[in-house]
């Protein structure tokens, strides 16, 4: 069985980290992490080994999530690198940092690349995971890689340089969302709804609405029409939200979030 370590234990990795844990595809014996400043915390809450630097964590496993942020990325991998053999697989998930980035870094074409974009809902099993594989990745280890996302999420491969994009819409997003559920409850709770209602109220129904429209394949226009009744309440509601510029505002906001990915990986192109 191969040895997996994460290199970064932020909210990403250990979303990451659960996710894996919780699919059962690998056991917690060969999970391995390394925090400066929440690898205990970590290691203790997911009985998992705790190891003492970077470079520990590289020669002790076979697949290596680098969880860091992106402004200590190359740093990191500065410290790793010689001990990168063509054995090893990096798996990268930091907006604005390319697979050819980690190759140029590592100085070692024959280097094992995964870039991945998980969200915070991988901790509970309901996120989502883009990835893609640099070409010296084997079929075999394609199939490891596939099924495992699988088991901790809605899984896409997709081309590379969709990754600003897949940021915009999954990375980013829950944010945005979660922004919407506490505008929703605070709504509510100007209203006199206690606010642990509210937020019951307003999280299963962004749960179900979310489950509603992968289920049943319809455009969600389609859906929202349905809960317009002639005259109704929900109407005047849409309106005002059309009126306010709702949906100029979410797709503002989200290309927005891509211009500043692309801005980041222009930096590292650079650097």
């Not at 390394?34 to 496993?61: F, H, M, P, Q």
């Amino acid at each position: 069985m191969m040895k997996l370590g994460f290199i970064g234990c932020g909210n990403m990795g250990e979303a990451f980290l659960k996710g894996i844990i919780n699919s059962e595809e690998v056991e917690t014996k060969n999970i391995y992490v390394y925090d400066k400043l929440r690898g205990k915390e970590v290691a203790d809450r997911y009985s998992v080994t705790l190891l003492s630097n970077e470079l520990a964590i590289v020669e002790e496993c076979d697949i290596i999530f680098l969880a860091v942020k992106p402004n200590v990325y190359f740093d990191v991998i500065d410290k790793i690198k010689d001990s990168v053999n063509s054995s090893k697989i990096i798996v990268a998930m930091a907006p604005g940092i390319t697979m050819e980035n980690i190759l140029d870094e590592i100085d070692n074409r024959n280097s094992k690349i995964i870039r991945t974009m998980p969200n915070l809902p991988l901790m509970v099993q309901e996120g989502c995971i883009a990835y893609a594989f640099n070409e010296n990745i084997e079929e075999e280890e394609k199939k490891f890689f596939k099924n495992l996302f699988e088991r901790i999420g809605v899984a896409i491969e997709t081309k590379e340089e969709l990754f600003d994009a897949v940021i915009g819409a999954s990375g980013s997003s829950p944010a945005f969302m979660f922004m919407f559920i506490e505008a929703l409850a605070d709504a509510a709770v100007y209203e006199g709804l206690p606010r642990s209602d509210a937020y019951k109220l307003v999280g299963q129904t962004l749960v179900g609405c979310g489950k509603l429209f992968l289920e049943s394949g319809k455009h969600p226009g389609e859906l929202k029409d349905s809960v317009c009744s002639p005259g109704g309440t929900t109407i005047v509601g849409v309106r005002y939200l059309e009126e306010a510029g709702f949906r100029g505002a979410v797709i503002k906001a989200v290309t927005e979030t891509i211009k500043k990915s692309k801005e980041m990986s222009q930096n590292s192109n650079n650097n």
